[in-house]
C-alpha cells in the first residue's frame, strides 16, 4: 500500500485516496501519508463490514491495489463485477483473470510510477472510449466466470471426477 500512497506524488492535486481496511501497516501507512504532506489526499476508512464494500465502490472512480502478494483476490473480483477500472500488480492469482488493458491494467510491483501512469491512463477523457471496454469485459469475466452458481457447478465437477 505504501506505493500507491507514494503514487499521489505523480498525480494531480485532485486525486484521492480511500483507504478501506485496517491492518499492521496502518499506522505505518499514517506516518507515510504525513511525511509526504499528503493528509489532505488521503482517508482511512479502517475496518468496515463487509456488508459495507459494495456502499465504497459505488462511491469510487478507481480501484487499485499493488500487491506483492495475492491469492486469488476477490477485492479484486469485487471491483470489476462493479464496473471499476481496476489495477493490479501480475503476482500470485491476480493474473488470471487481470490482464493488461483486456480486464484491467497492470502496474509494475513497487513502482509508485508505474501505478501512476495506470491511474493517467484511466483518467485521461482520450481514453474513455477504450476504458469503458476494458470495464465491460471485465464486469462480463466476472459475471461468466466468478459467480457463486458457476463455481458451485464446477466444484461439483470435480466432486463428481474424484469419486470415479
Not at 480511500?18 to 476508512?45: A, M, N, P
Request: aromatic share 10%; glycine share 8%.
Amino acid at each position: 500500500m505504501g506505493d500507491l500512497v507514494e503514487s499521489l506524488k505523480f498525480l494531480p492535486d485532485n486525486i484521492s485516496l480511500w483507504i478501506i481496511g485496517g491492518g499492521q501497516d496502518e499506522f505505518k501507512l499514517k506516518r507515510l501519508v504525513s511525511r509526504l504532506y499528503l493528509d489532505s489526499r488521503v482517508k482511512f476508512f479502517g475496518s468496515v463490514e463487509p456488508a459495507e464494500i459494495p456502499n465504497y465502490l459505488a462511491q469510487a472512480d478507481i480501484f487499485c491495489r499493488p500487491s506483492l502478494s495475492e491469492g486469488l483476490g476477490i477485492s479484486f473480483l469485487e471491483a470489476m463485477g462493479a464496473g471499476l477500472p481496476t489495477i493490479g500488480t501480475a503476482v500470485g492469482g491476480i493474473p488470471d483473470f487481470l490482464q493488461h488493458h483486456e480486464t484491467g491494467w497492470i502496474c509494475e510491483v513497487r513502482n509508485p510510477e508505474s501505478v501512476a501512469d495506470q491511474v493517467r491512463f484511466i483518467i485521461n477523457p482520450v481514453n474513455q472510449v477504450k476504458v469503458e471496454e476494458i470495464v465491460i469485459r471485465a464486469r462480463k469475466l466476472v459475471a461468466e466466470k466468478y459467480n457463486w452458481d458457476t463455481i458451485a457447478q464446477d466444484m461439483g465437477q470435480i466432486f463428481q471426477k474424484a469419486k470415479i
